[in-house]
T-cell receptor
Framework: AQTVTQSQPEMSVQEAETVTLSCTYDTSESDYYLFWYKQPPSRQMILVIRQEAYKQQNATENRFSVNFQKAAKSFSLKISDSQLGDAAMYFCAYRILIQGAQKLVFGQGTRLTINP | KAGVTQTPRYLIKTRGQQVTLSCSPISGHRSVSWYQQTPGQGLQFLFEYFSETQRNKGNFPGRFSGRQFSNSRSEMNVSTLELGDSALYLC??????????????FGQGTRLTVV
């Protein structure tokens, strides 16, 4: 099965604090990449961070980092020093090549609210 | 470099009509993918086009079709619209379809409402 599960439909955090969004996935493919996308009210999906599945080292992009547990098929996103501009829907996804085509499989999303 | 451009931004159609959405990828990008986003089903893969050929299609009925032109611009068409087709349709372009790490850049989407 090709699925991504985000178990937290909504999360909220105080400005300047840290929040972790959870994600688990299922794929039988061996070659895949994992992504977190952010979708603000403007609707445009913006790449936050990506992780190569064959790398054990967790990716970091400024205030954003991931905790990648390949055996558990878990890929959580940690946002440090939360800012008001971080408020958005966050989607976890993986990308595979299947039947000669590339495809992103998304979770249902987590709506993140930042409280001032 | 201009981003991915989707037109129109909003559409209202009546059941039974057909609609065509357009996507202009980032210059130099040859892969264009389409996704449907609804509150109930989330983001679902529609199809991918590369070099004017549809490479794969998601689990959607034949009413959903598309094409890609020689300049990589893509259109998707939905015929005989149903209320359930109301959604945000997102287009994503990427440079290289052969690598899973290639970043996909998304447009702002077309919000289709079927009444």
């Amino acid at each position: 099965a090709q699925t991504v599960t985000q178990s937290q439909p909504e999360m909220s955090v105080q400005e300047a604090e840290t929040v972790t969004l959870s994600c688990t996935y299922d794929t039988s493919e061996s070659d895949y990449y994992l992504f977190w996308y952010k979708q603000p009210p403007s609707r445009q999906m913006i790449l936050v961070i990506r992780q190569e599945a064959y790398k054990q080292q967790n990716a970091t992009e400024n205030r954003f980092s991931v905790n990648f547990q390949k055996a558990a098929k878990s890929f959580s996103l940690k946002i440090s020093d939360s800012q008001l501009g971080d408020a958005a829907m966050y989607f976890c996804a993986y990308r595979i090549l299947i039947q000669g085509a590339q495809k992103l499989v998304f979770g249902q999303g987590t709506r993140l609210t930042i409280n001032p | 470099k201009a981003g991915v451009t989707q037109t129109p931004r909003y559409l209202i159609k009546t059941r039974g009509q057909q609609v065509t959405l357009s996507c202009s990828p980032i210059s130099g990008h040859r892969s264009v993918s389409w996704y449907q986003q609804t509150p109930g089903q989330g983001l679902q893969f529609l199809f991918e086009y590369f070099s004017e050929t549809q490479r794969n299609k998601g689990n959607f009925p034949g009413r959903f079709s598309g094409r890609q032109f020689s300049n990589s611009r893509s259109e998707m068409n939905v015929s005989t619209l149903e209320l359930g087709d109301s959604a945000l349709y997102l287009c994503a372009s990427s440079q290289d379809r052969y690598k899973t790490d290639t970043e996909a850049f998304f447009g702002q989407g077309t919000r289709l409402t079927v009444v």
